[in-house]
């Protein structure tokens, strides 16, 4: 079955930076599109972008564009979300996620906990 290990979380100041990995394994992941969600404490997911499967094409939210940078390497299996200029807001669990052939959400990791606080 498909599997994704978020890590690269942690506790930053405001304006700090952090990179977050996420391990994919047993599946072909160079076929996929992959996203970045993320759910603060108390409210429902929201989606932060996406990259397509080669890597050619990002999307982001408007909350965190041209803060946050969406990356693969497919020969390491491994997509990573570059973290910079943190916000309070940005305080979530952030959670890679595989998008299926009909583009809806499939699979998705444990989560990796990003506190941004003073």
């Known amino acids: 079955e498909v599997q994704l290990v978020e890590s690269g979380g942690g506790l930053v100041q405001p304006g700090g930076s952090l990179r977050l990995s996420c391990a994919a394994s047993?599946?072909?992941?160079?076929?996929?599109?992959m996203s970045w969600v993320r759910q603060a404490p108390g409210k429902g997911p929201e989606w932060v972008s996406d990259?397509?499967?080669?890597?050619?094409?990002?999307y982001y939210a408007d909350s965190v564009k041209g803060r946050f940078t969406i990356s693969r390497d497919n020969a390491k299996n491994t997509l990573y979300l570059q973290m910079n200029s943190l916000k309070p807001e940005d305080t979530a669990v952030y959670y890679c996620?595989?998008?299926?052939?009909?583009?809806?959400?499939?699979?998705w990791g444990q989560g990796t906990l990003v506190t941004v606080s003073s």
């Open positions: 047993r599946f072909t992941f160079g076929s996929y599109d």
């Open positions: 996620a595989k998008l299926g052939l009909d583009d809806a959400l499939d699979a």
């Open positions: 990259v397509t499967n080669g890597g050619g094409t990002t």
